[in-house]
Nanobody
Framework: HVQLVESGGGSVQPGGSLNLSCAASGYFKSSYSWAWFRQAPGKEREGVAG???????VYDDSVSGRFTVSRDNAQNTLYLQMNSLKPEDSAMYYCAAGTIGDRRNVLQRSAYDFWGQGTQVTVS
């Protein structure tokens, strides 16, 4: 079993920055791909940024150029550096991990087996 624990959320003003972390424990495989998803009230959970097992990064257009996803394989930790935050970035942010066969699916919610509990980001 794999556990994912997110941290780093909070409240910031527009234009501010936050750095989210997701620590994995348990039977975590180095071959997993990772991703960050977010869900605002009344909306579907959407993929924001992800890293395929090869290290290729993928971003949703809404965050490209503002967010940076990275990983520390030695620490089994995923990060999301969020800059130039906007009110529309406000949501619960979730970390996900799993075996992704096609990198085109890195931001597909259905592709992931393991999820964290989320960390709240509020921009206002």
């Amino acid at each position: 079993h794999v556990q994912l624990v997110e941290s780093g959320g909070g409240s910031v003003q527009p234009g501010g920055s936050l750095n989210l972390s997701c620590a994995a424990s348990g039977y975590f495989k180095s071959s997993y791909s990772w991703a960050w998803f977010r869900q605002a009230p009344g909306k579907e959970r959407e993929g924001v940024a992800g890293i395929y097992l090869s290290g290729v990064t993928v971003y949703d257009d809404s965050v490209s150029g503002r967010f940076t996803v990275s990983r520390d394989n030695a620490q089994n930790t995923l990060y999301l550096q969020m800059n130039s935050l906007k009110p529309e970035d406000s949501a619960m942010y979730y970390c996900a991990a799993g075996t992704i066969g096609d990198r085109r699916n890195v931001l597909q919610r259905s592709a992931y087996d393991f999820w964290g509990q989320g960390t709240q980001v509020t921009v206002s």
